[in-house]
Structures are given as structure tokens and as C-alpha cells.
């Protein structure tokens, strides 16, 4: 049965209000969303970052599911120690309950201080699903550049300078790079698009095996937008193909949301700060390779899934 | 109970398949290479019920063992060396997390230079981790004290890490008194965890942000918790010598009560010494040992009721502190003594860095020096210089 808005207005919130992220966090929404998706039996382990930080402050808990914070670049692998327990004690008959096992991470503790402990929690084979909030940058230490952080770019270590405008290199297909390792589900999804972002936890979690997600995650404060805008522009990344809607399911790709009309990326670029230096002139040629690029991604993306690849 | 010859390696890896710990994590790694590859073997034969996580890095290990603890789970790995010291993060973590993990450390060098045998670099750049750490003089007690270990974790609710010399003791054949399966498992008792992350009907946060106003509080607690380990490990320890005949202690003395010239050793040498001291006693040397056993929590008053009566100390270091000072076990043998109306006169003694061999004629040696008070700040043993 699809998700439905009258079903999740009735559906506990288990990522609960009073939790300190800003105002327009598009993170927040995101936990929101998958946590009314897997319910009341799940386990949650969070890498270090924004919404481990905004949400477990001692004495205070956002959380009202079992969770576990280590450290910064081992979320997958502490998780892993979690399911790990949890097979051994069912098979001893401690436990009855079925239980989802979830870590998020951000960009940073996933696509790149983690991906080691990442890499190895899908290799391994574990029954579990890593969630990652992309936002794009280290947004928790003050927007420092990271290999999500998209082309072009401003970040504080990637600076739009005199002489280097911005980031200058292409982010990190992360996405393909998890499929690589042959697990039975990944997918890319954004809050704009709620049905769709909860269809592919839902998904996921019926799935054993190891599962990753990408989450499209609008930052105000690092993309620097109002804070009124979040799902807007998390809406024009999709409608734009700067980040689009796909599964992979048992090396299958599908992309789950095709827009009608495809809009010009620079109606998603001209939204937020990090982008503005790139309406100059002598700028233009990045917004130019950036559009080849998303076509060439999109092109491929088209082509995987006509040929049931 | 059963005699059988076998390295600390393998006797540590048949202590964990007596423990029948519920999770492994663990990576390979020379020389503690052994206990993993032995203990996958029990696990692939199903000698075990463990769920082994054969992770790929030792962060990773650690890592996966702090879940697994945190979930409730009795958890065991074991490293050494560069592996302990790429775990450094988490070793902190799992020790501020108060979860009781138990470690099996084979002693080896840290690089650089690149080294595979055996020094203590690797566990003192750990000492203050919040890990209670047990020295093995020989496999016997290595094996014995990673059984005596999870009743220790699981009372005092910090990890511990049980040494052994690398190559010295971990491929080097003993005699090993083994105990019986049942009889293990009587005495560790059912497991106890300070949380249950599984239980899903009472959820709790576990590892939340601390600020200024409650950091301390949690540091205070963990810092009360190794107060508290030295009677825990004294009352294990007495515990499994009642049932099973060996005894052990914070601290080993011998032949020091009417020394006047003491070494302090930890680990394997104190064998070499031991050999050394009785034939010097028989030249008519008032000489003696203090062996170091339990390192964390660190035992000061038993050390100084020890030490106290000594004319000269020599404390033989086998890691660099690399601080122009001295080494970390002299350091805190000074420390203890310091206060004492006659303190000894202590010197650092540095040896047997990346694996070089310490003799009895060193040792020998050694006594001399301390005797004719022929020392420099820092001496080191059988080095050219």
C-alpha cells in the first residue's frame, strides 16, 4: 500500500521536537520522514556530525528509539557490532522482536571520513541500512568543502577567490560507488519528494542485507538561502536532474521520478549563495560544465535503466 | 583440568573459545595474528556461538565491538601494535562508554622505524585511556587472566586489555595448565551489561553530547570506576585461586624483602630476572624484583609498601617515553615513591626496544651499575651508541 499523508498524520513521531538544529534544517525533515517510515523497532546509530550533535544534548534526547553515537567515522561499523549482537542474542532466544538496524551519517562522515568502515559494513553483508544527509559540505564545523560538495561551489576551504572560483572538482558518485559492492538495495532520494523518499526506506527495510541511501539535504545556513526554502530548492534539484531520483535494486537501476519539464539548473543555483559567484562572466564556463556534466549523468542514468542494467 | 603445550597466542585464543563471547570483531595483525585466525576456526567449525565480525581495519573493530557491548552482547577482540594504536579514538570511547570489552594485546614495537616484535610502545601510548591493563609474565597467565578479565570488566564496567610479549611469549611453546570448559564458564557467570540498546520498548541514548555542565560529571564517574578496579581484580584474582591454585596479585615481589637493590620489570623479562636474582643471591647479592602486573589501574601503595625498604631502584622501561625524562613505568614508579622520608634512589633503565633480547648477563649488568650508582639520567640497556 503507498505512503499516505493521512496515514502519517497518525503516525508517532519517534524523532522528536525540542531538538536544536536551525531553523530551515533540511536534515531534520529527512530524519523525520524515515523514522516515520521504520517505526518503533529500529535502532539508530549516528555517525558524529549536525544532527548527532542538535539532537542528544545531555540530559535531553530527541530520539525515542534506541540510539548509539561513537564516534565521527565508524557509524557503519559500530551498527555493525549492533546487528552483530542482536543475531547472536536472538539465536539465543533473548530477543523476540524483529528490529530495523539504521546509522545516518552526513556527507562528510560517509562520503568521506567513513567510507572505509562504510565500505566494509556493506561488504560485509550485514542486515542493516546507512541513511546519508548529503548537504554537501562539513557543515557541523562551519561549511568546509567535502567529495559531495558539488562543482563550483563556495565552501570555507573551498573558497570563491580572486583566483580559484569555488570548488573545482566533481563530487563523488557515491551512489555507484555502494552499488559496486553488489548490495541488494541503494537509492537516491530528497524530502521535497516525501512519498518517494519513504517508499525506498520502506523498501529497504524489507529488503535483508546490507542498504544505502543518499539524501539530498538543503543546508540554509551552508548553501545560504532563507530559511523558508528548504524543500523548495530540494524540489528544483530534482526538476533541475542536479540530483535525480533513482534505485538500484539488485544492480538494477530505476530511476523512480522523471519530471515532465525539465527547469534550467541555474533556477536551482541562482537560489543559494554558494553558487552566486558563478554569474559573472568570467565565470559562466562552470555553470557550462556543470550542465554538461548533470546531461552526461543523466544521459547514463537513462541508458543503465532502458537496458535493465 | 588438562596439561597441554601451547604458545600465549594459542592459549589466549582457547580462553576465548572456553568465554564462547557472543561477538568478535577483530582484524589480523603480526604477532597477535594467531589468536584471530585460531578463534575464526572455532567459529567456522562451530565450537562457538560467536557472531565474528571480520572487519577491515582494527578502528573498525573496536568500533563494531563498542555496538556490540552497547547492545548487551559479551564482546572479546584482540590486536597489537600499530593495530592498537589506529583503535586509539575508540579505546577512549569505549572506555568513557564504561563498556566492558576484553582485549587480548600481544606487546609489540610501534613504528617508525617498522618493527614486528616485541616492546611496549603499543599498550603505554594507551595507558590512560580508561582501560585496565593486566601484563602476562607467560602464557599461563595470559591465559588466565583474559578469563579472570571478563569478570572484571563486567563488574567494575571498563574494557581490559590483557598483555603478552610478542614472539617471546606468543610463539614461544609453554606448558599451560588449561581449565575445564564447564568450570570456565562457572566461574566468568552469566554476562552484565550496563545497557541494553535492544531493547526497544525502554529506548535509550547512549554516547549523547556532554557540554561544560555535564562532561565532567561522566569523566568523574569513569575515573571512580578505575578507583574502585584494584580490589575488583584482587577479589577475582582470589576467587580463581581458591578454585583453580594460581594465584596472582597487583603486583608480583620477589625476593625483595631484604634487597637492597630492586629492578622493576613488566612482562616476560621478570622470568630472566627471576633466573638472574636467584643466582646472584647465591653470590651472596641482596638483590630482588618487583613485577608490575596490573599496570591500570596503577597500584602506587602497593608498589611503595614494596620498594620502600630498597636502597637503589632500577625501573627497566621497555618503551622510549621519547620525553627525555625517563620511561613511563620509572615515572610512576617515582611518582608512588615520592614523599617517602628514606626514598630510594630510582634510576630509568631503557631495553629490549623492537625485540632485542635481554640476558641475564644484562641484567647482571644492570644490578651493577645500580649498586655502584654508575648510571646516567637515562640508561639504556645493550644499545650501540
Known amino acids: ?309 | 583440568m588438562k596439561i597441554v603445550a601451547k604458545t600465549a597466542n594459542e592459549a589466549m585464543a582457547e580462553a576465548m573459545r572456553q568465554i564462547n563471547p557472543d561477538v568478535v570483531a577483530a582484524y589480523p595483525i603480526t604477532p597477535a595474528t594467531e589468536i584471530v585466525q585460531i578463534f575464526s576456526s572455532f567459529v567456522h567449525d562451530g565450537l562457538v556461538d560467536t557472531e565474528f565480525i571480520a572487519v577491515e581495519s582494527e578502528h573498525s573493530a573496536m568500533s563494531a565491538c563498542i555496538g556490540a557491548a552497547a547492545a548487551g552482547a559479551r564482546v572479546m577482540t584482540s590486536t597489537s601494535s600499530q593495530g592498537l594504536a589506529l583503535m586509539d579514538e575508540v579505546l577512549y570511547i569505549a572506555a568513557g562508554l564504561r563498556l566492558p570489552i576484553v582485549l587480548c594485546e600481544i606487546n609489540r614495537a610501534l613504528s617508525s622505524p617498522i618493527n614486528i616484535h616485541c616492546d611496549h610502545s603499543d599498550t603505554m601510548n594507551v595507558r590512560d585511556s580508561g582501560w585496565i591493563q593486566i601484563y602476562s609474565e607467560d602464557s599461563q597467565e595470559a591465559y588466565d587472566s583474559v578469563i579472570q578479565a571478563i569478570r572484571i570488566a563486567e563488574e567494575v564496567f571498563l574494557p581490559v586489555m590483557v598483555t603478552a610479549d610478542g614472539f617471546i611469549l606468543s610463539h614461544a611453546m609453554q606448558r599451560i595448565e588449561i581449565l575445564d570448559d564447564e568450570d570456565v564458564q562457572k566461574f566468568i557467570g552469566k554476562r552484565r551489561s550496563p545497557y541494553n540498546l535492544l531493547d526497544v520498548k525502554n529506548p535509550k541514548t547512549i554516547g549523547p553530547l556532554d557540554l561544560q555542565d555535564y562532561y565532567f560529571e561522566h569523566k568523574y564517574q569513569e575515573a571512580q570506576g578505575m578507583m574502585g578496579a584494584s580490589n575488583v581484580i584482587l577479589n577475582v584474582a582470589k576467587e580463581f585461586g581458591e578454585k583453580f591454585g594460581r594465584y596472582y596479585g597487583l603486583i608480583e615481589e620477589y625476593k625483595l624483602e631484604d634487597a637492597d637493590y630492586a629492578i622493576v620489570v613488566i612482562g616476560s623479562t621478570a622470568g630472566t630476572a627471576k633466573e638472574t636474582i636467584d643466582e646472584m643471591r647465591e653470590k651472596g647479592e641482596k638483590v630482588g624484583l618487583l613485577r608490575v602486573r596490573v599496570f591500570r589501574p596503577f597500584p602506587a601503595e602497593e608498589i611503595r609498601n614494596a620498594l620502600r625498604n630498597c636502597k637503589k631502584i632500577g625501573v627497566l622501561d621497555r618503551a622510549e617515553g621519547l620525553n627525555a625524562f625517563g620511561g613511563p613505568l620509572y615515572m610512576e614508579i617515582k611518582a608512588a615513591l615520592y614523599g617517602d622520608k628514606n626514598l630510594p634512589e630510582i634510576f630509568s633503565f631503557i631495553y629490549g626496544l623492537g625485540g632485542r633480547d635481554i640476558k641475564p648477563h644484562d641484567i647482571e649488568e644492570t644490578f651493577k651499575k645500580i649498586k655502584d650508582g654508575n648510571v646516567e639520567k637515562i640508561n639504556y640497556i645493550g644499545v650501540r651508541i
Open chain 1, 1 to 309: 500500500m503507498p505512503i499516505d499523508l493521512k496515514t502519517i498524520a497518525k503516525t508517532e513521531q519517534l524523532f522528536t521536537p525540542g531538538h536544536r538544529a536551525c531553523a530551515g534544517c533540511g536534515a531534520t525533515i529527512i530524519l523525520r520522514q524515515v523514522m516515520e517510515t521504520a517505526g518503533k523497532n529500529t535502532v539508530v546509530c549516528f555517525a558524529t556530525g549536525c544532527m548527532e550533535v542538535v539532537s542528544t544534548i545531555f540530559p535531553y534526547t530527541a530520539w525515542d528509539v534506541p540510539y548509539l553515537h561513537v564516534a565521527f567515522e565508524n557509524a557503519a561499523a559500530a551498527l555493525s557490532g549492533v546487528e552483530k549482537a542482536y543475531v547472536a542474542l536472538k539465536k539465543k532466544g533473548e530477543i523476540k522482536e524483529d528490529i530495523n538496524f539504521i546509522a545516518f551519517g552526513g556527507d562528510g562522515g560517509t562520503y568521506d571520513i567513513g567510507l572505509q568502515a562504510l565500505s566494509g559494513a556493506m561488504e560485509r553483508g550485514h542486515n542493516l541500512l546507512y541513511i546519508c544527509y548529503d548537504n554537501g559540505a562539513y557543515m557541523n564545523t562551519g561549511i568546509q568543502r567535502s567529495s559531495a560538495t558539488p562543482f563550483g561551489a563556495h565552501t570555507t576551504t573551498s573558497p570563491a577567490g580572486k583566483k580559484i572560483p569555488g570548488k573545482l572538482q566533481w563530487r563523488k558518485e557515491l551512489t555507484e560507488i555502494i552499488a559496486s559492492h553488489n548490495v541488494p538495495y541503494v537509492a537516491q532520494a530528497s524530502p521535497s519528494h516525501w512519498q518517494d523518499l519513504m517508499e525506498k526506506v520502506k523498501k529497504a527495510l524489507s529488503i535483508k542485507g546490507p542498504k544505502f541511501m543518499t539524501i539530498l539535504s538543503p543546508c540554509p545556513v551552508g548553501w545560504y538561502y532563507p530559511t523558508n526554502e528548504t524543500i523548495k530548492i530540494a524540489k528544483l534539484a530534482v526538476e533541475t536532474k542536479f540530483w535525480p531520483l533513482y534505485e538500484i535494486e539488485n544492480g538494477v537501476h530505476r530511476i523512480t521520478v522523471k519530471p515532465r519539464k525539465f527547469k534550467p539548473v541555474e533556477d536551482f543555483l541562482k537560489m543559494q549563495g554558494r553558487f552566486k559567484h558563478l554569474f559573472t562572466d568570467e565565470n559562466k564556463w562552470i555553470i557550462d560544465k556543470l550542465k554538461e556534466e548533470i546531461d552526461r549523468r543523466w544521459e547514463r542514468l537513462l541508458k543503465l535503466e532502458e537496458a535493465g542494467l
